[in-house]
């Protein structure tokens, strides 16, 4: 399905149920729930089939073969890279990094940029909403560099703490690194004003977008952020892909992380000249039907369109917020004023997995546990919480039938 | 609801995870050890008095799902009083019933013991909880070991 295909059906209602028959997987699965997208959204049959076409019609190694099949794969390839440009607003398309995913792309700034850049006694500072992807890497580079990770509090209503945040930054500030929306509560932190702050002490921004790049417009130059990553499938797109974003005289600046194939300008026994960003930090073989495939799901989200996507899912959020806690015995995890899309609850005198094994038989599909973020966990006295995170595919119904898989969990477990 | 939820979750089962027994430290013992299930957080300490090859009292403290509380109950009521020996050939065969391995037979005095801890054999039908099941019986047998080094086992 092309992105014009898309969006003559969807332009005037924004309908999920005829939507959910885009994603094959409701047809293996037709009484599915579906509320675990922040984990990994299921895909449409515009990228998987897309991506077997592209394996059957235009497939061969990239950037390295004189025949003309190699350079039409390095065309589709390049072309994902511009999509992703346009996507994210980046001013140039030598910006944006194919990576695995989001970990990756944060672990290549946190040796690359921090390895040349961080020094001891420097400082390096998260909020306490990140997922350990935006956590430990950080923690390890301040290991190495003798630096110091110093963490920035939300409130007690969720809200990230911008007058805390202000405080703790100083001369030592290198790095601010957060989430865009919050994996665990949904909160939606000022990501343009935690930058401004950040930038006028001097400091490096690097943001968290995975849960925000499908579900909102995101524009890195309006952020003013020097670096933005996200996995493409959360994105509605497959699996091993992911981008890091870095203004141009950033990366300009580092060093490659990965070296190999597909890297270097010049080899030599004893030295390497390597190549100009992005191709500088793309060692080996890249996922290259992978990056086609994101260039396809960004093609479904733009069809859609992001600020759809969000009126709807907010939508939907603002809807399950009512709906859940209205039900006794279940507590919504505080997420501040703008929540979009991610909600966690506790269910009184029931362990998440227990909750989580009775919704499962009910076939409604959440995620318990810490969701990688045992700090927050910590923080909020809980060893675990229900979250349900919403995609395209869900509204209101799917809403009513996990408040009444929870009610069913609660009878239950009745004393 | 359906009966395989049921299945998993017998009243012995809710009865055990809400009013869990030998829920308390023990003042003196001589081995314990922690179990720690990073997937959900769940932690469980057990805490053993030996005497010469007996068990003479076990306990247990912890948070967890209703899955591993009760296994945990249950563990330490099946327990009380056996010798070491007869501890690990229990074990033996509930980890055999859950995971569906081959279980050796057992002396006919522990058969009421094996009976104790059927109820728990349904999570077989759901194998993200088996490590629920286990992760007592796993720190069990690291007290055994570690005697009061307290070592900590994880199920990942």
Redesign the interface.
């Given at each position: 399905m092309t992105a014009a295909s898309l969006r003559s059906i969807d332009t005037a209602i924004f309908d999920p149920r005829r939507l959910r028959r885009e994603f094959p997987i409701f047809a293996s699965h037709p009484d599915l729930v579906f509320l675990d997208s922040g984990a990994s959204a299921q895909k449409p049959r515009s990228v998987i089939d897309g991506i077997a076409e592209f394996y059957r019609t235009d497939y061969a190694n990239v950037h390295r073969g004189v025949y003309r099949l190699s350079g039409r794969s390095t065309d589709r390839f390049e072309a994902a890279r511009e999509k992703v440009r346009a996507f994210l607003n980046a001013a140039d398309e030598r910006e944006i990094v194919f990576v695995r995913g989001a970990t990756e792309a944060i672990n290549l700034v946190a040796y690359s940029w921090c390895g040349k850049f961080l020094k001891p006694g420097d400082e390096v500072v998260i909020s306490d909403l990140e997922h350990h992807s935006n956590i430990v890497p950080w923690q390890q580079a301040c290991l190495r560099a003798g630096a110091k990770l110093v963490v920035a509090p939300t409130d007690a209503t969720g809200e990230f703490d911008m007058a805390a945040f202000e405080a703790l930054l100083s001369p030592r500030t290198r790095m601010v690194a957060v989430t865009h929306i919050s994996n665990v509560t949904g909160h939606l932190l000022p990501v343009a004003r935690i930058a401004e702050l950040a930038h006028s002490a001097g400091a490096k921004v690097l943001i968290d977008g995975c849960q925000a790049v499908p579900r909102m417009p995101v524009d890195v130059q309006a952020l003013g952020c020097d670096f933005y990553v996200f996995s493409g499938h959360k994105a509605y797109g497959p699996t091993g892909t992911g981008v890091l974003y870095g203004r141009y005289d950033m990366l300009e600046a580092m060093p490659p992380w990965q070296t190999g194939g597909g890297m270097i300008l010049n080899v030599e026994i004893d030295h390497t000249e390597f190549q100009e960003p992005p191709h500088r930090f793309e060692a080996g073989t890249p996922d290259i039907a992978g990056a086609v495939g994101l260039g396809l799901a960004i093609d479904f989200i733009e069809g859609l369109g992001r600020d759809a996507i969000r009126e709807h899912e907010e939508r939907v959020t603002g809807y399950a917020t009512d709906t859940l806690s209205r039900l006794p015995g279940v507590h919504l995890l505080p997420a501040g004023q703008r929540q979009l899309s991610v909600l966690s609850f506790d269910v009184a005198g029931l362990h998440p997995h227990d909750v989580g094994t009775v919704l499962d038989r009910h076939d409604v599909a959440v995620r318990v546990g810490h969701h990688c973020a045992q700090p927050l966990m910590d923080k909020l006295g809980l060893a675990g919480a229900v979250r349900a995170s919403l995609g395209v595919y869900n509204d209101e119904r799917d809403i009513d039938r996990l408040a009444a898989a929870i009610e069913a969990a609660q009878e239950m477990f009745r004393q | 609801?359906?009966m395989?939820?049921r299945e998993?979750?017998q009243d012995i089962i809710?009865d055990h995870?809400?009013h869990p027994r030998n829920f308390h430290a023990l003042e003196h013992p001589t081995h314990l050890a922690k179990g720690h299930n990073p997937?959900?957080?769940?932690?469980v300490t057990i805490y053993l008095a030996v005497e010469g090859d007996r068990i003479a009292d076990v306990s247990f403290e912890g948070?967890?799902?209703?899955?591993s509380t009760a296994a945990a109950s249950l563990m330490t009521e099946v327990l009380k009083g056996k010798t070491i020996a007869e501890a690990k050939a229990l074990f033996a065969q509930f980890r055999a019933k859950v995971t569906g391995g081959e279980a050796g037979a057992l002396p006919e005095r522990l058969e009421e013991d094996a009976e104790r801890l059927e109820p728990l054999t349904g999570v077989k039908a759901?194998p993200v909880?088996v490590k629920?099941a286990t992760l007592p019986w796993h720190a069990f047998e690291a007290a055994l070991k570690s005697g009061l080094a307290a070592q900590t086992v994880k199920t990942e």
């Open positions: - | 609801m359906t395989d939820l998993l979750y809710l995870g809400r997937l959900c957080g769940d932690r948070r967890g799902c209703a899955i759901h909880r629920c």
